[in-house]
């Protein structure tokens, strides 16, 4: 049998699954003792490109509360073309098209390689792509100009059927009428105001005035869009919309001397809403904010126009000091959840050095799956290549992005569905495998993804509710279904359902099967997202000692050492990294706000808690590489003892790609041996991690920060906040080593950590 | 009685009876006995019931006075100086006639020959012409002697007189006297029987007697008679109803004569075109030196040329009277209101020089310490020139070493002749920061053109016009004297029920429009690019307003929103910080969903009740608070307005009437009909010259103050005057009242310090100065009273009351402060005569005319025929009219254009307003500066047809015809020279109405005739004359 590696390994390419636990403890007591919750995390749209889609729609289970989808661990009586859902256990008979069905012709969806499937759905027409700009014109001509030329960039990379809008704000909010000859027309709103949305489509003209439905409905939306001057194809007003971009003037406003201009943020969001709801509510659209500073006015408003007031730090939120901090929280909170419900979702581009309020913000991105990109500058290769790869294509041509998401998970009985944790809101669908103990967004079986991507990926967590007395026969399978409707970027509506089934294991008999079971990697990320999670809503110290704790409680059931002597301590191979993960997780900007400002926590934590398994471990414990003449580039521990002076590191925390040259190495570089022939070599070696950061760069979505640096530069802050700091001024000499370089932090090191985790753990007091 | 009397109550008396009387002289023909007389009059008095009724018996009383009655001496003003005109000759007027001469005879009689007096009277007025002329036909009954005076000035006649048409009339009048009381009945007329029935007490009696009395004591010169001229004099006659009395009244007797004739000569009262005539002769073509204090100047219709020796010019400043009375008693006593009408920014003719510009340095303007009066030639400089005492204050002060002069040996500084603050009236000081907003320099203005694009005005056309009119206009924009271009900016604004932006920057290739929708708080949505040079962004410009008329076309969107639209004016005027004026076309009433939105309130079942006020009162909330806003920003707004029916015009026009605006209207605006009169009124409108965000001051030596201001203006506190802005045009009617005792010795001074900045963003004072005499005796002050000046003061407070109390009761207050004003004339001044004499102050004379025409402008008359639109309209536009404006209102020129002498230069002498003095072959032109009508007989020659419309006969003319066809003749040229140039002359543009006499829209033309009684129920002159002479003898009891 394979290992539970490849087991995992291939699980993942295929489904796009990652469990914490292979094996399932059978009751619901057992589980509990387990600390890491049944869970896993799970990529709906994961890329298959050995994935044709079937052209037909699924078989659904005919219960009215199970509707399961046909699949390939149902039992099926191909005599009687009937088959057993392996949720609910009814027995259905299959539809006409399925008369042909035998046991050597069998759909796809009954194949065991088929445990996803893709199906097209034919429902409905085909709805457009909609991309609704919504451009901050508070900015420095040069970085106006730059996003500008991004934008116009932008419509060349659209689908010539897509739908653009354009609205740019500054002291006012503009929306912008595309299809004007001879006078370019807009629509200004006060950007003070909280509009409703029914009062933005009354001045945009989005409603009849006398052709209210007979409730006094609004009209159908598709009607208020067919003479929605607002949204049009890119292909007709590619030009028009070029030129006014082109016009595009920074705020005229004059901004008095130590004020910030002023910036509403807040109506712009509002107006964009309004125009879609009016006009195409529950259809696939993005909504792209460029701002470069903080809403300074109307409702949304982070902080005020006088420079003398700075914005609010974690220092003022813990304070409480933070004046607009709530309201502007509970604005935005409520946009998002309009937005959501349509179907729309909001991506925020931040440029600027300062902060600009993405703490209020973020859950516009997180509650409607769209991205968040913060920079120093539009006007840097990071915006414009990150915005670049925002319409970046797949295989077929098509854009990675899909719209309108509905995952729905379905659980056999044993199970019920705890809640999820990632970039989408609930639907609110009590089914009966919901469970009342909620984890992350619980309380429903369906989410909404708004927007997905191919790495978009949920933490989704259960819990076992078979009682201990009533254990599962042996060999039995608990299933879950997870299936995932959305509207394609080529404008089809497709439903994804993957179907994964594992055993039940006695946690008495078979502990140890169980614990070999175990996949730490997912499981670290899973209790992160917990943990930062939890992080949004308590106090960071809480969620640390939380984390600790678990931690402590899972050594103790799966570690094997004597009472109260440390030093007995040992974790088997399945563990042993966990410990290490859960250290680097309490030193990351995902749960400490030390030395990061509210809004990039903000940032971090909304990336962590929606890529995939393997950028999240980035995430969490970057990876070091290590350049040298000694030998091909090796990973490295990531320890200040890896920082040495003849080499070159290669770190990558997701976020920040540093290039770190050892000390000697930045002596060689600054006397420019790399420039003569007889040291080739050194070029050589000065060029491999650049061409390694470069794969890096190519590849991931944002665009890192890209920082080249050398011992004793200021920038080498990046790594050295990051390795362990096993070295530091506290114990540089007692360990007498040359090695390393020391950090000058007070902040335990891994292995303190890893002694205190021991005495904890082998303690009997606890 | 008849004769002198028109005035003379017996007219009113027999009035009932008679009342059809006088008109029917008039209009209808000799026929109607009864009425002979006074026809006219009953109706005029409906709206004084009340009173009336009772004085009758009295009055009756009063008549017999055999004495004086007779005369009036209508014209009686001066003595010498105004002649009555009695020129006709006498034998036309058969009956009643000459009432006036009577008195006059007597009058005279003492004192000169005859024969003086009547010329003398005879050019001034045209009372005695009139008068006499009739009566003199009948010569023989009466009093010889009077008649004979008369007579024998025939020779002097003036034209006026028309004796042919009058005496005709007159003649069948005559009936018999009735008994007063008899005559109250009115049978004729329903109305006011009663009042009327006051005035007509004189009647039964001695008719003569009654008419006497308008004596008008002219200055008085002679004897208490003596002066017979006394213009007001309308003789006594009336009561002579005989036509006996006519000619002749050599003494009071005559009127005694016969049996009181009930009809009155028109021409015999006094004639407002007679005293324009007179004064125009007098002072016409003239320099008038201010050098005189107390100097009454020439009537405002008089051509002269101002040299501003010391006083502001009267253009600048009229007074109603240039005599004060001493004391606060006296003022009381006799009623007569103190009062200027200051228009400060008056446009000066050619040949006048413009102001002087003072400027005294960083230090800014020198004013008295304690007053703060800016220097002036009422400054008086002691110590050697070290100090100067101001004349207003007396506070002494020391003149700054900079501005010390030397005072030459009669105790005036040196260098009086070269610093205008010392030696002129008006003059002006360029203000320092200290006087600017916010210590900062004001921008320049800026015109922000509203045009309402919804369906009505797009059909109609106007948008269109107004877009292709703007290019023109904007290229003569008000400019600095002097300067190569004008500073005002321009902006663009268009609306129906949300509002459209134009950025036309110079440097964008098309213009941008950016609507806003959001009327519930207006803003402006962008700043930089709307207010525009339009010089720099004539090109933008162009490419707007040609886009304009298309973008809109297909518009149905038919509510509009008015509020939100000045709003944003203001708000942009705020965000550019500069004050400026709005100029918005609308068109309907603001229905759509924002602030300000109106509903219609015209309820008809209010006239005549005491909530009638609330038509003309505004609706309190958001205009109020806007006026306020904009006065403060300096934002003026000009409306245009283009109804189709009832838009809450006291509303819609509150800001405008608060902000220095001009409201005017086009009920039913179609292009080809009022496109050229809309066009005229905005390029007038436009290019006027006008100073912004002014803030005025009134300031007077001790012992009066000004105590109340009416105007286009908004007042925080007691003192100041705010004005958004002030264009030519505007008047402010300031009043006074005494604090102390003044001095005749020093007389009292009045300085207006008007704070503005000028077309070109400059910060200026305007500095008016105005020296008074001082009296204790009442005779000068009637002597000196300015009518034109008094008339504009009623009428703005008149317009003000009815705000606040029922028409009724302002009406009785004009008609009681009126007789009130003349009785204490008649009591203190006038020599003693027969109280049914009615005796008017010279300079009073026509005063009657004037109050009566009042009372019969639409605002003050409750008719339910009338739109509510246009009585508040009226109302309000009355509000910052100057004097000049305010005559001609309400006494329209009616100039006979059929006899003319095609070939003169000279604009034919305008007749009295009187259906009387038409002509059935005959063509007038009328015109009160808001309405002009060309009028046609219906027997009109052929010839005159052909010549005027090109077509053969007057049949043929129909339908509407805008504007007369350019034909190549000489009378064409004239008429339509006249005209244009009358058109050029007045502020606001008139659109010419051709009617045809009998046709319907006579009836439109027939309301201007003011001497005639009203469609509404106003009363004639005449009977209005009775009655106020009743009035006065009832208080003279």
């Not at chain 2, 309907?588 to 006239?607: C, F, Q, V, W, Y």
């Given at each position: 049998m394979a290992t539970y590696q490849e087991f995992i390994q291939q699980n993942e390419d295929r489904d796009g699954v990652r469990f914490s636990w292979n094996l399932w403890p059978s009751s619901r007591l057992e589980a509990t003792r387990l600390v890491v919750p049944v869970s896993c995390l799970f990529t709906p749209l994961k890329e298959r490109p050995d994935l044709p889609p079937v052209q037909y729609e699924p078989v659904l289970c005919s219960r009215a509360n199970c509707k399961a989808v046909l699949n390939p661990l149902c039992q099926v009586d191909f005599r009687a073309k009937i088959w057993a859902c392996n949720f609910c256990f009814q027995r259905n008979p299959f539809p006409p098209s399925y008369a042909g069905i035998s046991e050597v012709n069998q759909p796809a969806e009954l194949m065991p390689q088929f445990s996803t499937i893709e199906y097209i759905v034919q429902r409905g027409a085909p709805a457009p792509l909609i991309f609704f700009y919504v451009v901050d014109t508070c900015l420095e001509e040069e970085d106006l100009q730059a996003l500008k030329e991004s934008l116009q960039m932008s419509l060349s990379l659209l689908p010539p059927n897509a739908l653009v809008g354009l609205i740019t704000f500054g002291r006012m909010v503009q929306v912008h009428e595309l299809s004007c000859e001879g006078i370019s027309k807009s629509y200004v709103f006060r950007g003070t105001k909280d509009f409703s949305s029914k009062q933005i489509q009354e001045m945009l003209g989005l409603t009849k005035p006398a052709a209210p439905g007979p409730q006094g409905r609004p009209m159908p939306p598709q009607e208020a869009a067919s003479f929605c001057k607002f949204l049009l194809p890119v292909h007709k007003v590619d030009m028009n919309l070029t030129d006014l971009l082109g016009e595009l003037q920074r705020d005229p406003w004059p901004v008095p001397q130590g004020k910030r201009p002023l910036r509403s943020t807040g109506v712009a969001l509002s107006v964009a809403l309004g125009v879609l709801e009016g006009t195409y509510p529950n259809t696939g659209a993005r909504v792209m904010l460029f701002i470069g500073g903080p809403p300074t006015q109307g409702p949304g408003m982070v902080v005020g126009d006088e420079l003398k007031t700075p914005i609010r730090s974690w220092h003022d939120i813990q304070k409480d000091n933070a004046r607009h901090l709530k309201k502007a929280t509970k604005y935005y909170e409520a946009l998002a959840n309009r937005s959501a419900v349509n179907g729309h979702s909001i991506d925020i581009y931040a440029c600027a050095l300062d902060q600009t309020g993405l703490l209020e913000m973020k859950c516009l991105s997180n509650l409607t799956g769209g991205h968040v990109v913060m920079g120093d500058s539009f006007n840097t290769s990071l915006f414009k290549q990150t915005f670049q790869r925002v319409f970046s294509k797949d295989y077929n041509g098509d854009f990675r992005m899909a719209f309108g998401g509905v995952l729905e998970v379905k659980t056999s009985r044993e199970l019920k569905v705890c809640g999820a944790i990632g970039p989408c809101v609930s639907l609110n669908s009590k089914a009966s495998c919901v469970s009342e103990n909620e984890m992350g967004i619980g309380g429903t079986s369906q989410w909404k993804l708004c927007s997905v991507n191919p790495s978009t990926t949920l933490g989704i967590y259960f819990e076992v509710v078979n009682q201990h007395n009533a254990p599962v026969p042996q060999g039995g399978r608990g299933a879950v279904q997870f299936v995932t409707q959305y509207q394609h970027s080529n404008t089809q509506r497709r439903i994804r359902v993957t179907t994964i089934a594992r055993n039940w294991a006695d946690a008495q008999s078979q502990i140890q099967h169980i614990e070999s079971s175990f996949d730490q990697e997912a499981a670290a990320v899973l209790m992160a997202r917990l943990g930062v999670f939890r992080a949004e809503s308590e106090e960071g110290p809480d969620v640390l000692r939380w984390l600790d704790r678990q931690l402590i409680r899972l050594c103790q059931k799966f570690g094997q050492f004597n009472k109260d002597d440390p030093t007995s301590f040992r974790l088997s191979e399945s563990l042993s990294l966990y410990p290490q993960f859960m250290f680097h997780l309490r030193r990351s900007p995902f749960l400490q706000v030390f030395n990061n400002s509210p809004d990039e926590s903000s940032y971090y934590r909304h990336h962590f808690v929606r890529q995939d398994l393997t950028q999240s471990l980035i995430m969490i414990q970057p990876i070091l590489y290590s350049y040298s003449f000694h030998g091909p580039p090796e990973p490295v521990l990531l320890d200040s003892s890896s920082i040495l002076p003849d080499r070159i590191l290669l770190m990558d925390t997701f976020f920040q790609l540093v290039i770190y040259h050892g000390e000697t190495i930045a002596q060689w570089r600054k006397a420019g041996y790399q420039e003569m022939a007889e040291y080739e070599n050194f070029k050589q070696l000065l060029q491999a991690p650049l061409d390694d950061a470069q794969e890096i760069l190519q590849t991931r979505f944002p665009m890192p920060r890209y920082i080249d640096t050398e011992h004793g530069g200021s920038q080498a802050r990046f790594l050295l906040s990051k390795v362990n700091p096993s070295q530091t001024h506290n114990n540089l000499y007692a360990w007498g080593q040359e090695s390393g370089a020391p950090i000058l932090t007070d902040d335990v090191s891994l292995q303190v950590f890893m002694d205190h985790l021991k005495k904890l753990a082998v303690s009997s007091s606890t | 009685m008849s004769q002198q009397g028109y005035v003379a109550t017996p007219p009113y008396s027999q009035a009932q009876p008679g009342m059809g009387g006088y008109q029917g002289g008039f209009g209808p023909g000799p026929a109607q006995p009864l009425y002979g007389h006074y026809g006219g009059p009953a109706q005029a008095f409906t709206a004084p019931p009340t009173g009336l009724m009772k004085s009758p018996v009295t009055s009756a009383a009063g008549m017999p006075p055999p004495p004086a009655s007779s005369q009036y001496n209508p014209n009686v003003q001066q003595n010498g100086a105004h002649p009555q005109r009695y020129p006709v000759p006498p034998v036309v007027s058969s009956t009643y006639g000459q009432p006036p001469q009577p008195p006059y005879n007597s009058m005279a009689s003492p004192g000169p020959p005859p024969a003086q007096q009547l010329t003398n009277q005879m050019s001034a007025m045209n009372l005695g012409n009139y008068g006499q002329a009739s009566m003199q036909s009948p010569p023989p009954p009466a009093s010889t002697v009077a008649q004979q005076p008369f007579q024998a000035p025939p020779p002097v006649g003036h034209p006026q007189m028309l004796p042919g048409l009058q005496s005709p009339h007159m003649s069948p009048q005559m009936p018999p006297p009735q008994s007063p009381q008899a005559s109250m009945s009115m049978t004729g007329q329903p109305m006011a029987a009663p009042p009327m029935g006051g005035m007509g007490r004189p009647f039964p009696g001695a008719p003569p007697p009654g008419l006497g009395g308008f004596q008008q004591p002219g200055p008085g010169v002679a004897g208490p008679q003596g002066y017979p001229q006394q213009a007001g004099q309308f003789g006594g006659p009336m009561a002579g109803p005989q036509p006996g009395m006519p000619g002749a009244f050599p003494g009071a007797p005559a009127p005694m004569a016969g049996p009181p004739q009930k009809k009155l000569d028109p021409d015999s009262i006094p004639s407002i075109t007679q005293v324009i005539e007179d004064d125009q002769v007098k002072h016409g073509g003239q320099v008038y030196s201010t050098n005189i204090r107390g100097q009454v100047p020439p009537l405002v219709t008089t051509d002269f040329t101002v040299q501003d020796q010391g006083n502001a010019s009267p253009r600048f400043i009229r007074s109603t009277t240039y005599t004060l009375p001493c004391t606060a008693d006296l003022a009381k006593q006799c009623q007569v209101p103190l009062a200027s009408i200051i228009r400060p920014f008056a446009s000066l003719p050619k040949n006048e020089a413009p102001l002087y510009v003072v400027n005294h340095g960083e230090t800014g303007p020198i004013?008295?310490?304690?007053?703060?009066?800016?220097?002036?030639?009422?400054?008086?400089?002691?110590?050697?020139?070290?100090?100067?005492?101001?004349?207003?204050?007396?506070?002494?002060?020391?003149?700054?070493?900079?501005?010390?002069?030397?005072?030459?040996?009669?105790?005036?500084?040196?260098?009086?002749?070269?610093?205008?603050?010392?030696?002129?009236?008006?003059?002006?000081?360029?203000?320092?920061?200290?006087?600017?907003?916010?210590?900062?320099?004001?921008?320049?203005?800026?015109?922000?053109?509203?045009?309402?694009?919804?369906?009505?005005n797009v059909k109609s056309g106007l948008v269109k016009l107004i877009c292709d009119e703007l290019k023109t206009l904007l290229e003569k924009l008000p400019r600095e004297e002097g300067a190569e271009s004008s500073a005002v900016k321009v902006g663009f604004v268009t609306y129906n029920k949300i509002l459209h932006f134009y950025n036309v920057k110079s440097t964008l290739a098309q213009p941008q429009m950016m609507v806003v929708s959001d009327t519930a708080e207006m803003f402006v949505p962008l700043l930089d690019g709307f207010l525009v040079n339009y010089q720099d962004s004539r090109a933008v410009i162009y490419n707007l307003l040609d886009q304009i008329p298309d973008m809109f076309a297909d518009t149905n969107e038919s509510e509009t929103v008015f509020a939100p639209v000045i709003q944003a004016g203001l708000e942009a005027f705020k965000a550019a910080e500069c004050s400026g004026k709005l100029f918005v076309f609308h068109s309907?009433?603001?229905?759509?969903?924002?602030?300000?939105?109106?509903?219609?309130?015209?309820?008809?079942?209010?006239?005549n009740t005491e909530k009638e006020k609330t038509l003309f009162q505004p609706q309190k909330g958001v205009y109020e608070q806007l006026s306020k806003d904009c006065v403060v920003q300096g934002c003026c707004v000009d409306l245009f307005l283009f109804p189709s029916q009832y838009v809450d015009l006291a509303t819609m026009a509150d800001v405008p009437s608060h902000t220095g605006g001009s409201v005017y209207k086009y009920n039913n605006f179609q292009v080809e009909t009022d496109g050229e009169h809309f066009l005229r009124d905005l390029r007038k409108d436009v290019q006027k010259s006008i100073g912004f965000d002014a803030i005025m001051r009134v300031r007077t030596s001790t012992g009066f103050r000004a105590t109340d201001f009416f105007g286009a203006i908004h007042m925080n506190n007691t003192t100041d005057v705010e004005m958004a802005a002030v264009d030519c045009d505007k008047a402010l009617t300031v009043e006074y009242k005494h604090d102390d005792a003044l001095s005749e010795e020093t007389g009292a001074f009045i300085q207006c310090a008007l704070l503005y900045t000028t077309v070109n963003g400059q910060r200026r004072l305007r500095i008016h100065n105005l020296s008074l005499n001082c009296s204790s005796q009442l005779l000068e002050l009637y002597k000196s009273c300015e009518t034109d000046s008094l008339i504009n003061f009623f009428a703005k407070t008149a317009y003000r009351a009815i705000l606040n109390q029922p028409l009724k009761n302002v009406r009785e207050i004009l008609v009681n402060q009126t007789a009130h004003m003349l009785a204490c004339y008649r009591k203190n001044c006038a020599s003693p005569s027969a109280a049914s004499q009615l005796i008017l102050p010279d300079a009073m004379k026509v005063f009657p005319v004037y109050m009566n025409s009042l009372m019969k402008t639409a605002p003050l008359m409750g008719s339910t025929e009338l739109s509510t639109d246009d009585r508040a309209h009226q109302r309000l536009s009355v509000m910052g009219m100057g004097?000049?404006?305010?005559?001609?209102l309400l006494y329209p020129r009616l100039i006979p254009l059929h006899n003319m002498d095609a070939s003169s230069e000279a604009l034919p002498a305008p007749v009295r307003c009187s259906e009387e003095r038409l002509a059935d072959s005959g063509m007038f032109l009328l015109e009160n500066g808001h309405s002009m009508f060309l009028w046609l007989g219906q027997a009109s020659p052929p010839e005159l047809v052909q010549s005027m419309f090109n077509l053969p006969s007057l049949a043929h003319l129909q339908g509407h015809v805008p504007a007369l066809p350019e034909l190549d003749n000489p009378l064409s040229k004239k008429v339509r020279s006249i005209i244009s140039a009358l058109l050029e002359k007045r502020p606001n543009s008139m659109k010419l109405q051709i009617v045809r006499q009998r046709d319907k829209p006579e009836v439109l033309f027939r309301q201007f005739l003011v001497e005639d009684k009203s469609l509404h129920g106003g009363s004639s002159y005449m009977d209005f004359l009775c009655y106020v002479h009743r009035e006065i003898r009832q208080l003279l009891t």
């Open positions: - | 004013r008295c310490n304690r007053c703060k009066a800016y220097m002036c030639p009422y400054m008086q400089f002691i110590d050697g020139g070290r100090r100067y005492q101001c004349g207003f204050c007396n506070c002494v002060s020391e003149v700054p070493a900079f501005y010390f002069q030397h005072l030459d040996h009669m105790g005036r500084r040196v260098d009086f002749y070269e610093r205008p603050e010392l030696s002129v009236g008006s003059y002006e000081f360029v203000a320092t920061l200290d006087y600017c907003k916010n210590n900062k320099p004001p921008n320049p203005p800026a015109y922000i053109f509203m045009i309402d694009v919804s369906y009505n309907s009433m603001p229905t759509a969903e924002a602030p300000g939105k109106l509903k219609n309130r015209d309820d008809k079942k209010l006239i004097v000049e404006d305010t005559q001609l």
